[in-house]
């Protein structure tokens, strides 16, 4: 891992350095190292654009001193992860842009923060009387509070939106999502890393094996492994089958959004077709249990077929989505529809495929190759418009360019094995892996403990950046096209709070 | 005479009106390749929502107890004056106006608004707006196109209406297709349906007609689903019969009668058909284009209207 040690007080100046080199915030995790050292450690992973790797800078806070500078004048993507430092290891961002908590319960003890190691995992402290959250005022004539959630009317996770508007018009959308918690970084902690799989695979039923592979990555890169050539091929066919569901449902959920009926439902009846595809070929629909850290836990079942399959799907699909783009009355609905700007979403470190709508060209497959994609052409569709459509369209042509991956892949399979022993690993030495999501970069940040323990491990996932672009997306919107914007994102927000 | 009529009447429309919507769920399914819910779901759901708890805001005033019950009422009340399979209902009751009709439904939505915003909820009162929006466009829309079958019977009398549409001259001229076109589509946004608002959707914040019903739980939700019901029935009966009277009874005899209610099932099968199509095939317009629709309602019935006068026919 390419790293620099720096002192507190330098950590702008580095970091300012980097920006300039072309830098992009990656990733962000705080860690109690009281055991061992003095104080916390902050660890900031950038990336530095196709072909131009990764570099780490890590500062030391001291225990006694538990204030940083905050990187937010420079890279304001890190605007959530140091307020979710601040709320669950205690330690104060100074010069953040918005310091208000953002993880913790209202009704959470002061004081109290879960991610120190002298916090029992399993605690549960007593509440205290709800403090009132500071929402954002905004003022002026007709301007009314629109609250929604965190109780929905349909089967949606919970979320709180507080819109702000006059008459339909959305003035300000503030959303306080983190109602998810269950703790899974502080479960992890002192599991052996083959039994932390099982956790990892849980944080989120939609994009299980890509944060799998990201966290099994982890932990090949600290081991210097090589996964098998076999076992890297059936990773990207895994993951690339994980995307096309994903986005099959994305596609029928903003049909679902516009009450277009007609594609809701071919839309999940398509993603159904993936699923017991999924099953057939790893014996779970969501494919838990195949990913192991140093390969894969098992041979696929029924490779034979699996081909002609998913060509019978791709023309299916091609006969949906010809009927999709050429309802009018469906896309004037998407267009100019939730603008996000190209700005705002590389301000706000925004991935994925809602990037990509945008105009920010980047795609972790193609940037920083990892499992089989090296030796793979992947094509990384780009759409300027920003809007729905955009986003919209851009999943519409990564169903095509994952099609061609998977027919990529299965025509060339290396032979071989599908897993490599981990060995001993290395203890408190940062390692970090990442996948190219459904819904882009799910990254896992690690630090292990002797006897192939966990120490730390933070997941920074698709949504976590994405979901704090929505509110941009949505002003100026009217309130009824607030659950369309919302779906072309298509967030999870178990991912987010984990 | 008078008394069996109303009984009959009322018993025809409490008891086909959920058949009638969960017909059109059937054929949406059918239309979008789904199995679908079974076609009685809609008398389940009523008997459900009947024997579960009712829970009222502490906020809610008479209005979100009275509402239900004066929607449900005049919704019947104005369902009893369009015949169903007789002519006979007509005859008797011979006070049905098609005035009377529309402003008894009117009653009833302003109620409704009212009960939307009575309890304080956002999405009440979001709702309750946009309904009210909505519902002062249409009116325009619904009163041109029914003045041209008034203009051919001379009447708003309900009876002359369906008396004067029977003559298969008047039928045939453009001013009453383009009438009938401007009421089918009245009847879209009327009973709440895509391309106007989305009957099926659990998003509350673009809920139309929905939202208003929020706040509501057990018997008085059941109430309110059943006169909505029973007022979607009656805007098909308005379509069907105003314009397409063939078929009805004109003499209360069994045979005619028989023969009258196998007339009555067919036309609401085709147009409850319609709406599944209609539904199935576009996606809901932006709110503020909704009103774009309405007007396009308006237009067709002054069409209507300027049509008459321009085609006279053998009339």
């Known amino acids: 891992m390419n790293l620099i040690r720096v002192a507190k007080a330098e950590m702008l100046g580095v970091v300012r350095g980097i920006k300039e080199r072309g830098g992009v915030l990656f990733t962000v995790c705080g860690s109690d190292e009281r055991l061992w050292d003095h104080g916390f450690g902050l660890y900031y992973v950038f990336s530095l654009g196709k072909g131009g790797g990764f570099q780490t800078v890590a500062t030391m806070v001291d225990a006694a001193d538990a204030v940083f500078p905050s990187v937010t004048s420079v890279f304001e993507a890190a605007h959530w992860d140091e307020r979710e430092i601040q709320d669950l290891l205690g330690l104060v961002p100074l010069g953040h842009l918005d310091p208000r908590p953002l993880v913790r319960p209202d009704d959470w003890p002061e004081g109290l923060f879960p991610l120190r190691k002298d916090f029992p995992a399993g605690e549960r402290p007593p509440l205290v009387t709800s403090r009132e959250y500071p929402f954002t005022p905004v003022g002026g004539e007709g301007v009314f509070q629109v609250p929604v959630g965190p109780v929905h009317a349909g089967i949606i996770e919970s979320g709180h939106f507080r819109f702000h508007a006059v008459g339909e018009r959305i003035i300000s959308l503030e959303a306080r999502l983190f109602y998810n918690h269950r703790g899974v970084e502080k479960l992890a902690e002192g599991r052996e890393v083959e039994e932390a799989m099982f956790l990892v695979e849980r944080i989120c039923g939609s994009c299980s094996c890509s944060h799998a592979v990201a966290y099994a990555q982890a932990l090949e890169e600290l081991g210097s492994l090589q996964v098998p050539p076999r076992a890297a091929a059936l990773r990207s066919t895994y993951l690339e089958l994980e995307r096309l569901y994903n986005h099959l449902n994305d596609v029928g959920a903003i049909c679902a959004g516009t009450g277009f009926s007609f594609g809701a439902v ?7 077709e993936v699923l017991a595809l999924n099953e057939r070929l790893t014996g779970h629909r969501y494919l838990f249990g195949t990913i192991v850290p140093g390969g894969l836990s098992r041979e696929p079942f029924g490779l034979e077929g699996l081909a002609g399959d998913l060509a019978a799907l791709r023309e299916d699909w091609g006969e949906t989505v010809a009927v999709l783009l ?4 469906f896309r004037e609905r998407l267009r100019d529809t939730g603008r996000l700007s190209r700005e705002a979403a590389r301000r706000l470190g925004v991935v994925g495929p809602a990037a990509r709508a945008s105009g920010v060209d980047r795609d972790l497959r193609r940037d920083h190759p990892y499992a089989a994609y090296g030796r793979l052409e992947v094509t990384v569709p780009v759409q300027q418009g920003g809007d729905v459509e955009a986003r919209f369209l851009i999943r519409v042509k990564e169903i095509a360019a994952t099609f061609a991956l998977l027919e990529e892949l299965l025509t060339d399979l290396p032979a071989g094995g599908i897993r490599v022993p981990l ?14 999501s459904p819904r882009g970069a799910n990254v896992h940040f690690l630090l292990t403990a002797p006897g192939n323990r966990i120490y730390r491990h933070r997941v920074r996932s698709a949504s976590f950046p994405n979901w704090a672009a929505v509110p941009f997306a949505v002003e100026g919107n009217m309130l009824p096209d607030f659950p369309l914007i919302n779906k072309s994102f298509e967030l999870c927000y178990a991912c987010l709070d984990r | 005479m008078a008394l069996t009529w109303l009984v009959i009447q009322t018993a025809l429309y409490l008891a086909l009106a959920p058949l009638v919507l969960g017909y059109i769920k059937k054929a949406k399914a059918y239309l979008q390749g789904r199995r679908g819910p079974d076609i009685r779901q809609p008398y389940r759901d009523l008997v459900k ?8 805001s502490r906020t809610a005033s008479w209005i979100t107890r009275a509402a239900p019950l004066i929607l449900f009422a005049t919704t019947l009340a104005a369902a009893v004056l369009l015949p169903t399979i007789s002519l006979a209902s007509a005859v008797y009751l011979r006070y049905g106006d098609i005035l009377t009709v529309i402003y008894l439904l009117a009653t009833g939505s302003f109620f409704l608004a009212l009960a939307g915003l009575d309890a304080g909820s956002a999405f009440g009162g979001m709702g309750s707006s946009r309904e009210s929006l909505l519902a002062a466009l249409l009116e325009p829309g619904i009163l041109l196109a029914l003045s041209v079958p008034v203009l051919t019977a001379g009447s708003t009398s309900i009876r002359r209406l369906v008396g004067a549409s029977l003559s298969p001259a008047v039928l045939l001229l453009p001013a009453h297709l383009l009438a009938l076109g401007a009421v089918f589509l ?3 946004a009327e009973t709440g349906r895509i391309p106007v608002d989305n009957p099926d959707t659990h998003l509350e914040l673009t809920m139309i007609h929905e939202g208003m ?4 739980t057990g018997r008085p939700l059941a109430l309110l689903n059943w006169a909505v019901q029973v007022r979607q029935l009656l805007v098909l009966t308005v379509v069907a019969n105003l314009f397409f009277p063939w078929g009805l009874a004109l003499v209360p005899q069994p045979v005619s009668l028989g023969l009258a209610g196998a007339v009555y099932l067919g036309k609401l099968l085709l147009l409850g058909g319609g709406l599944a199509l209609v539904e199935s095939v576009y996606a809901k317009l932006r709110l503020f284009r909704a009103p774009g629709f309405l007007w396009a309602i308006s237009f067709l019935g002054l ?3 300027v049509s008459r006068y321009l085609f006279r026919g053998a009339h």
């Open chain 2, 49 to 56: 929502l009947w024997h579960k708890e009712t829970v009222t």
């Open chain 1, 326 to 329: 050429d309802n009018e009355s």
């Open chain 2, 186 to 188: 009245a009847a879209i």
């Open chain 2, 213 to 216: 019903f929020l706040e509501y």
């Open chain 1, 423 to 436: 060995g001993e690993l290395p203890p408190y030495t940062p390692t970090f892996g990442y996948t190219e």
């Open chain 2, 303 to 305: 069409l209507a209207l």
């Open chain 1, 266 to 272: 071919h839309g999940s009846r398509l993603k159904e």
